[in-house]
């Protein structure tokens, strides 16, 4: 097995792969498991020849669909070392080099947000965990500062571009959620101002999207910020796609102003900081209002929260206990290859954006939807129906150059091209623009 993963890591990332049918997989692993065991080998020849082709390789440098994943050699590698080890980093007492290693990056991007020294928080699987559990510390918050008792329901202003899983999380949380639709596909304060004066009734928190999911544009922060503060509610940005450019390029620092506020911040390491899956990065301006919240009490527990112990507890600071230490692949992997080329592969990633996007002007069939303002490209082809998109889509796919899925913008199907690994070349983009003459 360690044979293959050599293999595997010598060799790069794996073919694009498509998706393999339900019947045929199920006929496939028929008695794979048994009450009899096998071979490992054999079953590893499975996983290769039968499971591992039907993989879409989300860090194939041609995979453009969604937010893909690039993660580095180091973190990788590293990866593999923590999953090697018993390790379970949930509390200072039972892993305190593990936390104070994930704390020194946590430490690190909260001072590249703005966020003061005494900010802090954990990291979670995704940005789905990161932001329900920012949200569950913005209601109790509220509640305490409106007079309410738990079975008071409080509301949270979003934007209609926020991604899914926030709408679902402030459901989850029991709070009624104030979708503001934004004209420009941007939130900004006058949105803002005219949800709290007419619709919301007990305020708690109002969400800001730092990259929206389907275009990739940033929420005014600044001036969301402004009127969150003025309004007392709770001021949290979620950043977990754009949060790479934020934190790691200077140059695009102006359109994330307004982010050195937030009360709570999300950034997914695992899309833009090219960590291994699963890995997002919860940060609190003031952590004691999450372990005010989140603090789990029993019996059993009581010896991790003894003052000769109590340093920091990545359990107090979000929904979950057991936890693997998934911030320790990305401490790896800043450690060998310093903060500079990570600034230097965004930058790359945006770059490319900015040149796909005059490659697409240039070209007579297609047009730009809107100028990227991070590394998400919308792309109209002329004289295209929904259907033709995703023929083409799923046409690319079979022939493995690449996967580009369609979304809809305005009520229109486009071409989405999303670009975060610095790999992905504008000779490979030019190929697949050609594929839609």
């Given amino acids: ?17 498509s998706p393999g049918g339900q019947a045929e997989l199920k006929k496939a692993l028929d008695g794979v498991i048994g009450p009899v065991g096998r071979d490992p080998r054999d079953v ?13 390789a989300m860090d194939n440098p041609t995979f453009l669909a969604f937010f893909q994943g690039a993660p580095s050699q180091a973190a990788t590698l590293f990866d593999m070392l923590v999953s090697s080890v018993a390790l379970r980093g949930v509390t200072w007492l039972g892993a305190s080099g593990a936390v104070a290693a994930e704390n020194q990056v946590l430490d690190l991007l909260a001072a590249r947000a703005g966020l003061p020294d005494t900010a802090g928080g954990c990291f979670l699987s995704g940005g789905s965990a990161a932001n329900l559990s920012a949200l569950v510390v913005a209601r109790d918050t509220a509640r305490r500062r409106l007079g309410l008792d738990d079975s008071r329901q409080v509301d949270i202003i979003v934007s209609d571009q926020a991604h899914p899983s926030v709408l679902h999380a402030i459901r989850i949380i029991g709070a009624r959620p104030i979708v503001v639709t934004t004209p420009s596909c941007r939130l900004t304060a006058a949105g803002l101002e005219t949800a709290l004066r007419e619709r919301v009734v007990a305020p708690a928190a109002v969400i800001a999207t730092a990259g929206t999911p389907n275009a990739g544009l940033v929420d005014d922060l600044a001036a969301i910020a402004d009127v969150a503060s003025r309004s007392g509610i709770w001021f949290h940005v979620d950043a977990a796609y754009g949060g790479g450019a934020a934190l790691f390029d200077p140059d695009s620092r102006a359109v994330f102003a307004g982010i050195e506020r937030a009360d709570s911040l999300v950034v997914d390491p695992h899309k833009w900081l090219f960590s291994p899956y699963d890995c997002s990065a919860l940060i609190y301006r003031r952590p004691q209002s999450a372990r005010a919240v989140h603090t789990q009490r029993a019996a059993y527990f009581d010896v991790i929260h003894d003052a000769e112990h109590l340093e920091w507890n990545p359990s107090d600071f979000a929904y979950h206990s057991t936890r693997r230490p998934r911030g320790l692949p990305l401490w790896f992997a800043l450690a060998v290859y ?10 790359t990633s945006l770059r490319t954006a900015r040149e796909l996007a005059a490659l697409v002007e240039s070209t007579p069939y297609l047009e730009s939807v809107l100028p990227p303002e991070l590394s998400v490209v919308l792309v109209r082809r002329k004289g295209w129906s929904p259907r033709d998109y995703q023929l083409w889509s799923a046409g690319l796919l079979e022939r493995q150059e690449g996967f580009v899925a369609p979304t809809i913008w305005a009520g229109e199907t486009v071409a989405r091209f999303a670009i975060l690994n610095p790999r992905t070349s504008v000779d490979m983009l030019e190929k697949i623009v050609a594929s839609m003459a």
């Fill in 1 to 17: 097995m360690l044979s293959t993963v050599r293999r595997r890591m010598a060799n790069g990332p794996l073919p694009l792969g």
């Fill in 44 to 56: 590893l020849r499975i996983y290769e020849e039968v499971l591992e082709p039907t993989f879409v």
């Fill in 338 to 347: 310093g903060t500079a080329a990570f600034e230097d592969a965004v930058r």
